[in-house]
Protein backbone atom coordinates (compact mmCIF):
# COMPACT_ATOMS: atom_id res chain seq x y z
CA UNK A 1 0.00 0.00 0.00
CA UNK A 2 1.37 3.31 -1.35
CA UNK A 3 0.33 6.14 0.72
CA UNK A 4 0.40 9.69 0.09
CA UNK A 5 2.13 12.61 2.35
CA UNK A 6 1.52 15.89 2.20
CA UNK A 7 2.03 18.90 4.43
CA UNK A 8 -0.63 18.92 7.01
CA UNK A 9 -1.52 22.40 7.16
CA UNK A 10 -2.10 22.19 3.11
CA UNK A 11 -5.07 19.41 3.74
CA UNK A 12 -6.84 20.65 6.65
CA UNK A 13 -9.72 18.51 6.05
CA UNK A 14 -7.63 15.61 7.43
CA UNK A 15 -7.27 17.21 10.81
CA UNK A 16 -9.19 17.56 13.46
CA UNK A 17 -10.28 21.18 14.27
CA UNK A 18 -8.29 21.27 17.38
CA UNK A 19 -5.34 19.57 15.86
CA UNK A 20 -5.43 22.33 12.88
CA UNK A 21 -5.85 25.07 15.68
CA UNK A 22 -2.57 23.52 17.13
CA UNK A 23 -0.47 23.44 13.82
CA UNK A 24 -1.61 26.80 13.36
CA UNK A 25 -0.90 28.17 16.48
CA UNK A 26 2.78 26.42 17.01
CA UNK A 27 3.36 27.71 13.29
CA UNK A 28 2.75 31.53 14.37
CA UNK A 29 4.79 30.52 17.45
CA UNK A 30 7.90 29.62 15.01
CA UNK A 31 7.91 26.16 14.81
CA UNK A 32 8.95 24.30 11.43
CA UNK A 33 5.53 22.72 11.42
CA UNK A 34 6.23 22.12 7.33
CA UNK A 35 7.89 19.30 9.10
CA UNK A 36 4.69 17.80 9.95
CA UNK A 37 2.91 15.86 6.91
CA UNK A 38 -0.58 14.09 6.96
CA UNK A 39 -1.89 11.23 4.54
CA UNK A 40 -5.35 9.55 3.79
CA UNK A 41 -5.58 5.79 5.13
CA UNK A 42 -8.72 4.00 5.06
CA UNK A 43 -10.43 4.09 8.48
CA UNK A 44 -10.33 0.68 8.86
CA UNK A 45 -6.27 0.64 9.57
CA UNK A 46 -6.77 3.46 12.23
CA UNK A 47 -5.48 0.80 14.68
CA UNK A 48 -1.38 0.56 14.91
CA UNK A 49 -1.03 -2.93 14.26
CA UNK A 50 -3.60 -2.86 11.72
CA UNK A 51 -1.83 0.24 9.71
CA UNK A 52 1.23 -1.72 10.31
CA UNK A 53 0.59 -4.63 8.44
CA UNK A 54 -1.19 -2.89 5.87
CA UNK A 55 1.80 -0.85 5.28
CA UNK A 56 4.63 -2.49 5.78
CA UNK A 57 6.38 0.40 8.50
CA UNK A 58 8.08 -0.35 10.95
CA UNK A 59 6.19 -0.63 14.12
CA UNK A 60 8.89 1.41 16.40
CA UNK A 61 8.29 4.36 14.15
CA UNK A 62 4.23 4.12 15.10
CA UNK A 63 3.46 6.07 18.12
CA UNK A 64 0.68 5.81 20.28
CA UNK A 65 -1.08 8.33 22.26
CA UNK A 66 -3.18 7.82 25.26
CA UNK A 67 -5.66 9.49 27.67
CA UNK A 68 -4.98 8.71 31.54
CA UNK A 69 -6.49 10.22 34.48
CA UNK A 70 -6.75 10.08 38.02
CA UNK A 71 -7.36 12.35 40.81
CA UNK A 72 -5.63 13.64 44.02
CA UNK A 73 -7.93 15.55 47.02
CA UNK A 74 -11.14 15.48 44.70
CA UNK A 75 -8.95 17.43 41.41
CA UNK A 76 -8.80 14.97 38.24
CA UNK A 77 -5.40 15.19 36.84
CA UNK A 78 -5.70 14.74 33.09
CA UNK A 79 -2.16 13.69 30.72
CA UNK A 80 -1.87 12.24 27.11
CA UNK A 81 0.91 9.70 26.75
CA UNK A 82 2.89 9.41 23.37
CA UNK A 83 4.79 6.00 23.55
CA UNK A 84 6.35 3.91 20.19
CA UNK A 85 3.97 1.34 18.85
CA UNK A 86 5.90 -1.90 20.08
CA UNK A 87 5.85 -0.13 23.78
CA UNK A 88 3.22 -0.03 26.14
CA UNK A 89 2.68 3.12 28.98
CA UNK A 90 3.95 2.46 32.65
CA UNK A 91 0.41 3.76 33.73
CA UNK A 92 1.07 1.95 37.25
CA UNK A 93 4.32 3.69 37.77
CA UNK A 94 5.71 6.49 35.42
CA UNK A 95 2.56 8.11 34.92
CA UNK A 96 0.62 7.59 38.11
CA UNK A 97 3.79 9.17 39.54
CA UNK A 98 3.96 12.07 36.89
CA UNK A 99 0.18 12.70 38.02
CA UNK A 100 1.17 12.30 41.44
CA UNK A 101 -2.08 10.28 42.69
CA UNK A 102 -2.56 7.29 44.08
CA UNK A 103 -4.36 5.41 41.26
CA UNK A 104 -5.35 6.22 37.38
CA UNK A 105 -6.19 4.55 34.53
CA UNK A 106 -7.17 5.13 30.65
CA UNK A 107 -9.95 7.67 30.06
CA UNK A 108 -13.25 5.83 29.24
CA UNK A 109 -13.20 6.39 25.39
CA UNK A 110 -16.24 8.36 25.21
CA UNK A 111 -15.09 11.10 27.90
CA UNK A 112 -11.75 11.00 25.94
CA UNK A 113 -12.99 11.86 22.39
CA UNK A 114 -15.60 14.40 23.88
CA UNK A 115 -12.94 16.09 25.53
CA UNK A 116 -10.70 15.90 22.99
CA UNK A 117 -12.54 16.66 20.41
CA UNK A 118 -11.00 13.73 18.43
CA UNK A 119 -12.26 10.62 16.76
CA UNK A 120 -11.79 7.19 18.52
CA UNK A 121 -8.20 5.72 17.23
CA UNK A 122 -6.97 9.02 15.90
CA UNK A 123 -6.61 10.90 19.10
CA UNK A 124 -3.38 12.53 18.93
CA UNK A 125 -0.69 14.64 21.47
CA UNK A 126 -1.51 17.69 19.03
CA UNK A 127 -3.88 19.64 19.97
CA UNK A 128 -4.95 18.31 23.45
CA UNK A 129 -6.85 20.41 25.44
CA UNK A 130 -4.45 23.04 26.99
CA UNK A 131 -3.92 21.98 31.00
CA UNK A 132 -3.53 18.34 29.92
CA UNK A 133 0.89 17.37 29.92
CA UNK A 134 1.72 15.47 27.02
CA UNK A 135 4.12 13.01 28.26
CA UNK A 136 6.28 11.54 25.99
CA UNK A 137 8.87 8.88 26.28
CA UNK A 138 12.28 9.34 25.43
CA UNK A 139 12.16 7.02 22.86
CA UNK A 140 9.81 8.92 20.50
CA UNK A 141 12.07 11.38 20.78
CA UNK A 142 15.20 9.62 19.25
CA UNK A 143 12.90 8.26 16.07
CA UNK A 144 13.81 10.15 13.08
CA UNK A 145 9.99 10.55 12.00
CA UNK A 146 6.74 9.29 13.90
CA UNK A 147 3.65 8.39 13.00
CA UNK A 148 0.61 9.71 14.86
CA UNK A 149 -3.08 10.16 14.71
CA UNK A 150 -4.48 13.28 12.99
CA UNK A 151 -7.51 13.40 15.43
CA UNK A 152 -9.56 11.76 12.26
CA UNK A 153 -9.51 8.04 12.08
CA UNK A 154 -8.92 8.43 8.04
CA UNK A 155 -5.63 10.03 7.95
CA UNK A 156 -2.04 10.35 9.80
CA UNK A 157 0.13 12.59 10.75
CA UNK A 158 4.19 12.08 10.24
CA UNK A 159 6.58 14.10 12.20
CA UNK A 160 10.27 14.58 13.32
CA UNK A 161 10.46 12.79 16.72
CA UNK A 162 12.43 15.60 17.90
CA UNK A 163 9.45 17.57 17.50
CA UNK A 164 7.33 15.53 19.51
CA UNK A 165 9.19 17.22 22.48
CA UNK A 166 8.09 20.31 21.14
CA UNK A 167 4.36 20.01 21.11
CA UNK A 168 2.34 22.05 23.41
CA UNK A 169 2.47 21.19 27.00
CA UNK A 170 4.95 18.44 26.37
CA UNK A 171 7.33 16.94 28.38
CA UNK A 172 10.28 13.66 28.41
CA UNK A 173 9.82 11.37 30.50
CA UNK A 174 12.79 8.44 30.83
CA UNK A 175 11.25 5.15 30.81
CA UNK A 176 7.53 6.05 30.02
CA UNK A 177 6.59 2.75 28.29
CA UNK A 178 7.57 -0.64 28.74
CA UNK A 179 9.35 -2.28 26.45
CA UNK A 180 7.81 -6.01 25.51
CA UNK A 181 9.48 -8.82 26.78
CA UNK A 182 12.48 -11.10 24.97
Known sequence: MSL???????????LAEPVRHALEAMASDG????????????PDHADTAVLVEATGWDL???????VISGARAGEERV?????LGHTRADVNKAVRKRLDVRK??????????GRSGME?????????PSGWPVLVDARVVQREHIVIGSGLRRSKLRLPGA????????????????????
Open 4 to 14: TWAPALERPDL
Open 31 to 42: ADVAAVEVTEID
Open 60 to 66: RDMANCI
Open 79 to 83: CAALV
Open 104 to 113: CSFMPMDEAV
Open 120 to 128: YGGITPVGV
Open 163 to 182: LAARLPGAEVVEDLALEPPT
